[in-house]
């Protein structure tokens, strides 16, 4: 069967995309993404040139039944969100389930995440990091999830445009202004900015009206889980 190639691309450098992303990509039949122009940007960067189509998140199910009927042609397909790993707030899982039920192969190409990229430079201790992703635009299921996430033991993540952030920022802070929060904006770009500070101190940064750039926050839990000292030498 064809193979479905799910390739992680730079969230903002382009020097960040690995060399078998690369060989990837100009190895394939067809580019399958989130946004062709944003996608024929990086491909042309890099001297490649491929058909590509498009996978948009509205119409997920459609544009992932494109793709497969591509790879029940015979031919290999390579997926690219608009940046990061696939399948992380983009039509990529839907794809994955439906390629693997027509008996495809999927094989991961990683690379860079947002998610990862800030938790790197976060120095928030723990084993454990919850991801929720966007949350709801709709003020009150917003409020009641970050109920939900603030009672939980962990740190958690989430990503955030810069329309909202402020709004969520003000959120956290009215419900516990003392919680440490991380924030990664623009990372790996020219503007990249991480800060560091409780919810109370980072919201008046970035109102509602004036934030620019895209967000990744980690909230960091209550009691961060330090690393067991006490584990044997074989474990």
């Not at 479905?4 to 730079?10: D, E, I, K, S």
């Not at 590509?52 to 998140?57: G, I, M, Y």
């Not at 750039?213 to 961060?224: D, H, K, T, Y």
Request: glycine share 8%.
């Amino acid at each position: 069967m064809s193979t479905l190639y799910m390739v992680a691309t730079p969230i903002g450098n382009l020097g960040d995309i690995t060399l078998r992303a690369l060989e990837t990509l100009k190895a394939v039949d067809v580019v399958a993404c989130e946004d062709t122009r944003h996608t024929l940007k990086l491909l042309s960067h890099f001297d490649i040139h491929k058909p590509l189509v498009s996978c948009h998140a509205n119409d997920e199910q459609r544009g992932a039944e494109r793709v497969a009927a591509l790879l029940d042609e015979g031919k290999n397909v390579a997926y690219c969100s608009d940046a990061g790993t696939p399948g992380l707030s983009d039509p990529g899982a839907v794809l994955v389930r439906e390629a693997r039920s027509r008996g495809h192969v999927i094989v991961p190409i990683p690379g860079p995440s947002a998610f990862a990229t800030l938790i790197s430079a976060a120095g928030i201790s723990g084993r454990t990091f919850l991801f929720d992703g966007f949350l709801s635009p709709k003020p009150g299921k917003r409020w009641a999830r970050l109920k939900e996430l603030l009672a939980r033991g962990e740190s958690f993540v989430l990503y955030e445009s810069p329309f909202r952030v402020g709004k969520l920022l003000d959120d956290i802070a009215s419900i516990e202004p003392e919680r440490c929060i991380c924030i990664g904006r623009e990372l790996t770009k020219i503007h990249e900015e991480i800060v560091r500070g409780t919810a109370s101190e980072l919201a008046p940064r970035f109102p509602a009206d004036s934030a620019k750039g895209e967000f990744c926050l980690i909230v960091e839990g209550r009691a961060s889980e330090q690393p067991d000292s006490k584990r044997g030498k074989d474990s």
